[in-house]
């Protein structure tokens, strides 16, 4: 079965640092992958996705997410942070077979001035 | 624009009471989920279906129905036997036809017991 961790409930960082959220799957062939941001008593909205091709994919947002098939990771990285990018961010996973990723549990952005 | 609607955004239920989330999307996507969220414990998924007149349990079912007798709505009802309702629901959809495309959410439901 498929799986997804994400290793960091919060991370702080201050506004225009750098940032990488970790994001680590387990399943053995080529998945889905995806991350997702949800603000405050909101939906999730899709940030960018990969399944095939180039590792590094690029995002909404200024976003960004390399896939290491070797380490089994799908990082998110964004090279300056804003104050607007402070929400929750959801890594998922999803295989062939199944229509259903299975979701992280989230890790909490929080941005100091 | 296209998209998912949910309502009511906030909705309170007293003991003992059936109460059903309205979930119409303008997508024609063909598959649509609900899923559960609780502080700290991520999505987890309550019902999908990705045709209509057909839908399929998740992980977290039970006290929870639905149905899908139109392309565009997929209700979820929170029913008596469901102990602990108080929670943010959420529902996507998504298109069969590529299954990497990721899901599109609305913006939520929340539902508290008085």
């Known amino acids: 079965a498929q799986s997804v961790t994400q290793p960091d409930i919060h991370i702080t960082v201050s506004e225009g640092a750098s940032l990488e959220l970790r994001c680590n799957y387990s399943?053995?062939?080529?998945?889905?992958l995806f991350w997702y941001v949800q603000s405050p008593g909101q939906g999730l909205q899709l940030l960018l996705k990969?399944?095939?091709?180039?590792?590094l994919v690029q995002g909404i947002k200024g976003f960004e997410a390399e896939f290491k098939r070797s380490q089994s990771s799908f990082n998110l990285r964004k090279p300056s942070v804003h104050w607007s990018d402070a929400a929750e961010y959801f890594c998922?996973?999803?295989?062939?077979?199944?229509?259903?990723?299975?979701f992280g549990r989230g890790t909490s952005l929080i941005v100091h001035p | 624009d296209g998209g998912i609607t949910q309502s009511p955004k906030y909705l309170f239920r007293k003991e003992g009471q059936n109460v059903t989330l309205s979930c119409e999307q303008n997508?024609?996507?063909?598959?649509m989920y609900w899923y559960r969220q609780d502080p700290g414990q991520g999505l987890r998924l309550i019902y999908y279906?990705?045709?209509?007149?057909?839908?399929q349990k998740g992980d977290i079912a039970e006290g929870y129905s639905v149905s899908r007798e139109k392309k565009e709505s997929f209700p979820l009802t929170v029913t008596s036997a469901q102990k602990n309702p108080t929670a943010f629901y959420l529902c996507?959809?998504?298109?069969?036809?590529?299954?990497?495309?990721?899901?599109?959410f609305g913006s939520g439901t929340r539902l508290t017991v008085v």
């Open positions: 996507a959809s998504s298109t069969n036809r590529d299954r990497g495309s990721g899901y599109t």
């Open positions: 399943y053995g062939a080529t998945p889905y």
């Open positions: 990969y399944f095939s091709g180039d590792t």
């Open positions: 998922a996973v999803g295989s062939g077979g199944s229509y259903i990723p299975t």
């Open positions: 997508l024609n996507h063909d598959a």
């Open positions: 279906s990705q045709i209509v007149n057909d839908f």
